[in-house]
Structures are given as structure tokens and as C-alpha cells.
């Protein structure tokens, strides 16, 4: 069998080739599902630092890639409109530029989760699903009833934002950032596993009481986390909303959230690669399955039940050998 | 006189109808073994939690080193040098021998919140660890995964664990329990040698261990502490015979 570390290798290869190799056949959307593949698999990175190796059952995580996915519609239509988006105490204008959009949903999505996060890691188990899906519903029901940013109809940029040095416009040159974004994210959540942080934050995962009987407040240790995947998170979704040119409340929806997960649950939980096999796999099925029958997630959920009975260490579980989560 | 390490004063606690502290009051000196026997059910655990926090008492007090602790956390009163084993391990079970060790010197040295470093490359953490499982004997077991350990070898590395506290007091909870005989004989053999270190509050139903080891003796039943005392005079106690001691072979 392959060490987990060349099957990622070879997972992330694969990722990277297919859309080359669909240039060169000229098949744009080819490149198009790639990048949608790519931005997913982040959000499911996001989310499996704190599901994963925190073991904290987020049921809302759609409010974050809603937040990133809002905070680059909001920013891109003040900026299409040329109109500020206050003008009191200070002058706030709008952005069409990724970097500055990035920060500020990754900002909001941090902000948004130390709230959510205090709120919440105070429950457990069902409860923290409970309190976290609840919270997911606020914010979806606000998205609709706030009428200045589309309300239920969501908001749609005309022109791709823009990155200094880059044509957006084109899918290889937008999926090329995105890939960047995912390997750099990636090696972020790799050092972060294996420093002390992250090994504290599996120690309150296995045995919350052990983890306090050596002196470490497990509720800060989780709540790091919590704020931590909900910005990246939150980054995926301002780059969803640019691969859409598009962003509606059913970023927030539940669905949303529950999508992320299965990303998780299909690759491996607490597998850093999990999500990207989960979201291909998604992805795949979608496209293939969805074209040759509406009920194609029928399937996905025979496909999920067989992976939670039976082989629940994912795809990448099942194609490789365990290896130490800290060595 | 000098001032205990840790001192217990008249704690309550009901669980219902049961007291299973009922005014607890006891010291825990400098340099001694403080053993705390009773027989099951008596509330020895009970107290345990209440001295480690996690459980809250409904009446009375905890000092630790003349400062007040009822009302701090367990993760608290660890920083502040309360070093515990339980009855039954509470071990992450999916880490290595190691990675439970290095959890704990995270812990001690506050170092919770560093992100980049790698923790188990980390040589000053890997050399204080391997001396602390090298101490309790399980330097062959590093890289073992914490759940295909024995019994008795989790009960090592519980102690391990607690070493790297480096802790100002241990709260023992029958670090016997299972071991066998071999192994008791051991683990008594080491505790002697870490009284030096810090005093140690030590629960157990093994009363070899328990008359080789202990400076004082209490004798908890149904919530009550119904003696203190040298092991001579817990030994010649009539009462604690008739409560506890009856049945053993009291001449052991
Ligand atoms: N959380 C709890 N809720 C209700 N009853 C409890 C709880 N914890 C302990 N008890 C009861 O309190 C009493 C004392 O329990 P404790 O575990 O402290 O005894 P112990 O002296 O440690 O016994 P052993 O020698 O068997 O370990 C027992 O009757 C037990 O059933
Ligand atoms: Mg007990």
C-alpha cells in the first residue's frame, strides 16, 4: 500500500494536471471544474482543522464561506457601482482587487467565529452541532431579509476581480491562483498539526481531561482553531464567489455546510488531504452522475453510508497505509 | 511549624442523598507520603477530584501553597503545580507513548500557543520526555501507540505524564491498581525516591505499598475521616480495625 504522503502527493499531482491537460485539448470547463474542485477542497480544509483534528462537529461553517463570499460581493459591487460603502466616520470604498478582498474575508470570518466560537464551546456534542446550525439559519435568514446586497436574489459581479500580474478572466490563470492558495494553505495546516498548538488540540480531541490534568485550557485551544479554520474557510468563499461571479444566501444554507462535510467524511476525517479526494470525488459525481440523472445524490448517499460503515478513514484511508498523525 | 503544600478544609459533598465528603479536612506536608485509605465507595476519588477541580465541592475550602484554589479550574490549578494520575488512565489513547508526554510538557511550559515549530522535533522537549519515561521504566515504549500498552505500562506512563509536570504536589490515585506484584514493588521503590521531589497524596488499596511508603495515614470511610496518623498508630487504631483493617492480616 502507498504512504499517506506520496498518495497526497499524487493526489495533489493529479489535481494540478488535469486542468493542463485540458488546455491543451481546449476544454475550458474541464478547467472550470478543477478550479471549483480546488476552492471546495478549501473550505474543507478549513473545516476539518476543527472537525478533524479538534473533533468539534461545526454544523455552520457555511456562515464563514457566506462571509467570504459576501465580503468579495460586497466589496466588488461598491467598486462596479463606484460608490463608497460609507462615507461617515471614514471613508470606506469598495475593491476589485483579490489580495485586499482575501484579507477582509478572512478577517470577517475570524471575527464572525471568535463570536460564534464563544457561544458556542461551551456545548458539546449534539449541542455544539445544534448551536453552530442555528447559528448557520441566522445568518442565511438575514442574508435574504437584507434587502441593499440582492436579498434572496444574491448579487452578481459582471467582471472577475482582478490580481496584480494575472488575467482572471482566463481559467487557467484562476485556477493557477487558486491551486497557489490551496498549496500554501495546505503547508500552513501541515506545520500547524505538527507544532505544539496542534498537538494540544488533538491531546483536548482524544481525552478533553487529560489534556486540562497537564495544565492546558482545552476551550481557548479550540476556540483558536475554531477561528482559524473559519478563516479559511471564509477565504474559500471569496474565491467561490469569484468563480461564480456570484453570491446568494444559499452560500449560508445548511446544505452548504453539510457539502463541506461530506468533502471531509468522503476523503478521510483529520486527513489534511482528505477534503481535496472528497471534493474531486463530489465534483465528479455531480457533473458525470447529475448529467445522466437528477437523483444523482441517491448515489452520493449510498457512496457516503458505505464510507461511514465501512471504511471510515475515506479514500485516502482506504488507499494508504496509517501513518502517526505527529511524526 | 511549617506551612502545608495543600490543605483541605472541611469539604462537603452530596451526591443526592449520599455524602460522599462530609467534612473532609486533611494536610499535605512537605517531603511526606500522605496515604488516604478507605474502603470502596468511601470517597477517596470523590476527594481527588475535588483537590484537582473538575469536581466543585458544596461546602469548604482547598488552599495549595496558602492560596485559595476551590474556585480555579483544572487546568489552573495544574499550572499551578498539582500533578494528578487516575484511578482508571485518562490517556489519549490515538497518540504514542511519546506524543503523551510531550502533551504534557506543552502543558507545563505553556507553550500551547506556538503554530509553527515542529513539537516532536523539538530536541529540548525529546530529551526531558525520554528522561521521564526512562524513569518509569518505559524508554523502549516511545514510539509505541499509547492504546496497545498494558495495563500496568499505562500506569507507568500516567506517572510519566505527571513527572513532567515537574509538580509541587502529586495527587495519586491507586497507581497500583493492576500492576502485580512486580510492579508494585517497582512503582513503591520510585515514589520513595519522588517524595524528595514533591509530596504525594496517594490513594491505594495495596497495603504493603501503603505501610512501606506512607509518612502518615488517613482512613476515610462513608465521606468521614475516621483517623490520622503513623502507620504504627493506624495500625494499632481499634476503630480503623474494626472499619477497615478488620479482615486483613494486620501484622503483614
Ligand atoms: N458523579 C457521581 N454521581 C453520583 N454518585 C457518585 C459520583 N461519583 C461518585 N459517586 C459515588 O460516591 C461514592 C464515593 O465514590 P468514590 O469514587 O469517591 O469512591 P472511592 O473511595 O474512590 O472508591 P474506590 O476505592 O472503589 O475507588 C460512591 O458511592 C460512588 O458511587
Ligand atoms: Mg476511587
Known amino acids: 500500500m502507498l504512504r499517506e504522503t506520496h498518495l497526497n502527493g499524487i493526489i495533489l499531482l493529479a489535481l494540478l494536471i488535469v486542468p493542463l491537460v485540458a488546455l491543451a485539448l481546449n476544454e475550458p470547463f474541464i478547467i472550470t471544474l478543477a478550479t471549483k474542485v480546488t476552492i471546495l477542497a478549501l473550505a474543507g480544509v478549513g473545516l476539518n482543522l476543527a472537525l478533524g483534528q479538534g473533533g468539534l462537529i461545526s454544523f455552520g461553517h457555511a456562515i464563514f464561506f457566506g462571509l467570504g463570499g459576501y465580503s468579495m460581493g460586497i466589496l466588488a459591487s461598491h467598486a462596479q457601482s463606484f460608490t463608497p460603502l460609507m462615507e461617515a466616520p471614514f471613508l470606506i470604498e469598495g475593491t476589485n482587487l483579490m489580495p485586499v478582498i482575501w484579507i477582509v474575508a478572512i478577517v470577517v470570518s475570524c471575527l464572525a467565529a471568535l463570536l460564534v466560537g464563544l457561544l458556542s464551546l461551551r456545548t458539546s456534542g449534539v449541542y455544539f452541532i445544534m448551536v453552530t446550525l442555528a447559528f448557520g439559519q441566522m445568518f442565511y435568514y438575514f442574508a435574504i431579509s437584507w434587502p441593499a446586497y440582492g436579498g434572496e436574489d444574491g448579487l452578481v459581479i459582471f467582471v472577475r476581480n482582478e490580481f496584480p500580474g494575472l488575467n482572471t478572466l482566463v481559467p487557467i490563470q484562476f485556477f493557477g491562483l487558486c491551486f497557489a492558495v490551496l498549496c500554501a494553505v495546505l503547508f500552513f495546516v501541515s506545520k500547524l498539526n505538527k507544532s505544539a498548538f496542534g498537538l494540544a488540540l488533538s491531546g483536548a480531541h482524544f481525552n478533553p481531561e487529560r489534556a486540562e490534568t497537564v495544565g492546558i485550557d482545552i476551550t481557548r485551544v479550540r476556540l483558536v482553531a475554531f477561528v482559524i479554520s473559519a478563516g479559511i474557510t471564509g477565504l474559500a468563499g471569496a474565491l467561490f464567489a469569484d468563480l461564480n461571479r456570484f453570491v446568494s444566501p444559499t452560500m449560508f444554507s445548511w446544505h452548504t455546510s453539510g457539502q463541506i462535510m461530506i468533502f471531509i467524511i468522503l476523503g478521510g476525517v483529520a486527513r489534511l488531504y482528505g477534503p481535496i479526494a472528497g471534493a474531486a470525488v463530489y465534483i465528479i459525481l455531480e457533473h458525470y452522475l447529475g448529467a445522466f440523472s437528477e437523483y444523482w445524490q441517491i448515489y452520493l448517499g449510498l457512496i457516503l453510508l458505505f464510507v461511514v460503515l465501512f471504511a471510515q478513514g475515506g479514500l485516502i484511508g482506504g488507499l494508504s497505509k496509517r501513518e502517526a498523525a505527529h511524526d | ?252
Open chain 2, 1 to 252: 511549624m511549617t506551612e502545608p503544600i495543600l490543605s483541605v478544609r472541611d469539604v462537603h459533598k452530596a451526591f443526592g442523598a449520599l455524602k460522599a465528603s462530609d467534612g473532609i479536612s486533611l494536610d499535605l506536608m512537605p517531603g511526606e507520603i500522605h496515604a488516604l485509605i478507605g474502603p470502596n465507595g468511601a470517597g477517596k476519588s470523590t476527594l481527588i477530584k475535588q483537590i484537582a477541580g473538575g469536581l466543585t465541592p458544596d461546602r469548604g475550602t482547598v488552599h495549595f501553597e496558602g492560596r485559595e484554589i476551590s474556585g480555579d479550574t483544572v487546568y489552573e490549578r495544574a499550572r499551578l503545580g498539582l500533578g494528578r494520575t487516575f484511578q482508571i488512565s485518562a490517556l489519549a489513547m490515538q497518540f504514542t507513548v511519546l506524543e503523551n508526554v510531550v502533551l504534557g510538557l506543552v502543558g507545563e511550559s505553556g507553550s500551547v500557543f506556538r503554530f509553527f515549530r515542529p513539537v516532536m522535533k523539538d530536541p529540548a522537549y525529546l530529551e526531558r520526555a525520554h528522561h521521564a519515561l526512562k524513569r518509569v521504566g518505559l524508554q523502549d515504549h516511545a514510539q509505541t501507540k499509547t492504546a496497545e500498552l498494558s495495563h500496568g505500562q499505562r500506569r507507568q506512563l500516567e506517572v510519566a505524564v505527571a513527572l513532567t509536570l515537574e509538580p509541587k504536589a502529586f495527587l495519586m490515585d491507586e497507581p497500583m491498581a493492576g500492576l502485580g506484584a512486580e510492579g508494585s514493588k517497582a512503582l513503591t521503590g520510585f515514589l520513595r525516591e519522588l517524595k524528595a521531589e514533591a509530596p504525594i497524596l496517594l490513594v491505594e488499596h495495596d497495603m504493603d505499598a501503603v505501610f512501606a511508603l506512607a509518612d502518615r495515614i488517613s482512613v476515610l470511610v462513608y465521606g468521614k475521616i475516621i483517623a490520622t496518623g503513623s502507620v504504627a498508630e493506624i495500625r494499632a487504631n481499634p476503630e480503623v480495625r474494626a472499619a477497615y483493617l478488620g479482615d486483613e492480616e494486620v501484622e503483614a
